[in-house]
């Protein structure tokens, strides 16, 4: 198993930029979702989905989309990248009765 | 709104010591509680606590849960180096989600 792949690693954006971040898990798990960490504040959710098909928001949704088309992809849009988007992303699974989930490695964005 | 919060930010100790990480939390529709550790990239799990007053153990790492003052304690005894990392806790509401505390980085130096 791959766990939880994230693409790219790194990316610098211009500002007014858009982009998809790429997330895919091989565990089937009906749970995914999206973080972004900035420093001192931990994790914070941006969007989530609990199966194929369906998608919410969390905490910090504003400039993001995502959608979720298959059981295995979960992608982030940004759709005019702001600096105040410069941050660690990080996509999540999990099985839909157990909250403990699996991490991706990040993604390392910039926006200039 | 939910809310976790981590005490302390920081912490420096040596190689052999004890050390105590802190996590209050004031959530709606509490499920869980859950410790990752987090060295350079993704978050690694630790525990899940659900029930008060049972300690969870895993080796030299021992964690406890309060619902009644809606705290836990992560404990790590004889530190060693390989135990910087930030320590992040997260409870779990409805449907899944977690909210984090905002994390404590610990450096154990030799």
């Known amino acids: 198993n791959a766990g939880v792949t994230q693409t790219p690693k790194f990316q610098v954006l211009k500002t007014g930029q858009s982009m998809t971040l790429q997330c895919a898990q091989d565990m089937n798990h009906e749970y995914m979702s999206w973080y972004r960490q900035d420093p001192g504040m931990g994790l914070r959710l941006i969007h989530y989905?609990?199966?194929?098909?369906?998608?919410d928001q969390g905490e910090v949704p504003n400039g993001y989309n995502v959608s979720r088309s298959t059981t295995e992809d979960f992608p982030l849009r940004l759709l005019s990248a702001a600096p105040s988007q410069t941050s660690v992303y990080f996509c999540?699974?999990?099985?839909?009765?157990?909250?403990?989930?699996?991490f991706g490695p990040g993604t390392r964005l910039t926006v200039l | 709104e939910d809310k976790v919060v981590q005490s302390p930010l920081s912490l420096v100790v040596h190689e052999g010591d004890t050390v105590t990480l802190n996590c209050s939390y004031e959530v709606t529709n509490f499920r869980s509680l859950l410790w990752y550790k987090q060295e350079k990239k993704a978050p690694t799990f630790l525990f899940m606590l659900?029930?008060?007053?049972i300690e969870k153990k895993s080796g030299r790492l021992s964690s406890i849960l309060d619902k009644k003052e809606l705290f836990s304690i992560l404990n790590i005894t004889a530190t060693q180096t390989g135990d910087s990392a930030v320590y992040l806790c997260?409870?779990?509401?409805?449907?899944?989600?977690?909210?984090f505390g905002g994390g404590t980085r610990v450096l154990v130096k030799p």
């Open positions: 997260a409870v779990e509401t409805a449907g899944n989600k977690l909210t």
């Open positions: 999540a699974s999990s099985y839909s009765r157990r909250p403990e989930q699996f």
């Open positions: 659900t029930s008060s007053g």
């Open positions: 989905s609990v199966g194929a098909g369906i998608t």
